[in-house]
């Protein structure tokens, strides 16, 4: 069974520009979890989304977006990026709505310049 | 989200040697997990946890999860090279999906 799919693994921006980030979840996991991961902050939660409807958001600001899509796979857009925004990002999946073993993506490591 | 307190901080320590930590909350989850995260890559999961007291083993890997439900604590016996990474705990509370995580202790094993 295939793991959770995280694309692209790294890349580099540069300030003011946007990315968008694609996760492909495991085979029949439904729910797909967004984090950011920081030497300073650790792992933060962004959002969480469930049958294409984001249903938990954490302390981000707005440029920070998401979607999930029919089939399950998600994106996450980051626009106007910071030098603050350079992180591991990390997607999720599990297979139940509220709770349950999430399962972790290998990340995309984001360089702001 | 809430902040776990997980210790210690970072590990040095010979092969051979057991090895526990820790994570505590102000708040009461209803989930425990435990992950390991290798450089460059993304955190593995290691063991789950949903009920108070309950104990489970992988291997050489022992983890608990509190009475109070405040916390949880995770065992490693007899350590390898291979053990070498971060550990993260992490909690979920009854009225949130998202994962709390501790900021990780950093295990290091020489042969």
């Known amino acids: 069974k295939a793991g959770v799919t995280q694309t692209p693994r790294y890349l580099i921006k540069t300030r003011g520009q946007q990315v968008t980030l694609s996760c492909s979840p495991i085979?029949?996991?439904?729910?797909v979890s967004w984090y950011q991961q920081t030497p300073g902050q650790g792992l933060q939660f962004l959002f969480e989304?469930?049958?294409?409807?984001?249903?938990n958001k954490g302390n981000f600001p707005g440029r920070f977006s998401g979607r999930q899509f029919s089939n399950s796979r998600s994106e996450m857009n980051v626009s106007t990026l910071e030098l603050g925004d350079s992180a591991l990002y990390l997607c999720?999946?599990?297979?139940?709505?509220?709770?349950?073993?999430?399962?972790f993506g290998e990340g995309s490591r984001l360089t702001v310049l | 989200g809430q902040q776990l307190n997980q210790s210690p901080q970072s590990m040095f320590i010979q092969e051979g040697e057991d090895v526990s930590m820790n994570c505590t909350s102000s708040?009461?989850?209803?989930?425990w997990l435990w992950y390991k995260q290798d450089p460059g890559e993304g955190p593995v999961l290691l063991i789950a946890?949903?009920?108070?007291?309950e104990l489970t083993s992988n291997g050489r890997l022992t983890a608990q999860f509190g009475i109070t439900r405040k916390d949880s604590f995770l065992n490693i016996s007899a350590s390898i090279p291979s053990d070498v990474g971060i550990y993260f705990c992490?909690?979920?509370?009854?009225?949130?999906?998202?994962?709390?995580f501790g900021k990780g202790t950093s295990l290091l094993v020489t042969p």
């Open positions: 999720a999946s599990r297979t139940s709505g509220g709770s349950g073993e999430l399962f």
């Open positions: 085979s029949g996991h439904r729910s």
């Open positions: 989304y469930f049958s294409e409807t984001q249903r």
């Open positions: 708040s009461i989850f209803n989930t």
């Open positions: 946890l949903y009920k108070a007291g």
């Open positions: 992490a909690g979920q509370t009854n009225s949130g999906y998202a994962l709390n």
